[in-house]
């Protein structure tokens, strides 16, 4: 499994959320809305300091990861985001490797 963040989904983080070098962002299964694999989840983003991350990806500084308890939730997919440049928001696809 792997994090995808495109060009556009990097300049989002650095834009919306003030991400910097040495920044961490999680990737995390939320309580409440849905998406392809479980009903009643959904993809949740935060500033966070991993704590037993089973999935990282540094790019332009800035650390993108997964923990291991959140596993469950990608469902063996490879999470890959952008951004919707209509609604200016992030984009999540699970891609099977």
């Given at each position: 499994?792997?994090?995808?963040?495109?060009?556009?989904?990097?300049?989002?983080?650095?834009?919306?959320?003030?991400?910097?070098?040495?920044?961490?962002?999680?990737?995390?299964?939320?309580?409440?809305?849905?998406?392809?694999?479980?009903?009643?989840?959904?993809?949740?983003?935060?500033?966070?300091?991993?704590?037993?991350?089973?999935?990282?990806?540094?790019?332009?500084g800035?650390?993108?990861?997964?923990?291991?308890?959140?596993?469950?939730?990608?469902?063996?997919?490879?999470?890959?985001?952008?951004?919707?440049?209509?609604?200016?928001?992030?984009?999540?696809?699970?891609?099977k490797?």
């Amino acid at each position: 499994m792997k994090i995808v963040i495109s060009n556009a989904a990097l300049n989002w983080f650095k834009e919306e959320m003030d991400a910097e070098p040495s920044s961490s962002i999680k990737f995390f299964a939320r309580y409440g809305g849905s998406n392809p694999f479980h009903e009643g989840y959904s993809i949740g983003v935060t500033f966070d300091d991993p704590i037993e991350e089973a999935v990282i990806n540094d790019v332009d500084g800035i650390h993108f990861f997964i923990e291991n308890d959140d596993l469950w939730f990608f469902n063996d997919h490879d999470l890959h985001v952008d951004v919707n440049t209509e609604l200016e928001e992030l984009t999540y696809d699970y891609v099977k490797p």
